[in-house]
């Protein structure tokens, strides 16, 4: 069984070539807008290897996955905003 960092860094390379349909970057600040975690806070990290879902680092510096369709861009994002 791969460990969880060779995993993460699978993920992370098939996300790269997926990106393109991932409405988020590596290290945007995202939240859970809605499932059974709503309200969830954390750091977009990557998509996983079924690109429906992605890694986010939640404050307490766990990493766990979630539906990308129930993550929205935090408040507290300055992306797509004019300088």
């Known amino acids: 069984m791969p460990e969880k ?3 993460m ?8 070539a997926h990106s393109a349909s991932c409405p ?10 809605k ?3 709503e309200g ?3 750091t977009f990290l990557n998509l996983r290897t079924d690109p429906q879902w ?3 680092r939640e404050p307490d510096h766990n990493v766990r996955a979630h539906p ?3 993550m929205a861009l935090s408040a ?3 992306r797509g905003m004019p300088a």
């Open 76 to 78: 507290s994002s300055s």
């Open 54 to 56: 992605a890694d986010i």
């Open 35 to 37: 499932g059974s975690y």
């Open 9 to 16: 860094l699978r993920n992370s390379v098939y996300a790269v």
């Open 68 to 70: 990308v369709e129930w």
């Open 40 to 42: 969830t806070v954390g």
């Open 5 to 7: 960092d060779e995993d």
């Open 24 to 33: 988020f970057q590596n290290g945007d600040p995202v939240y859970l807008a």
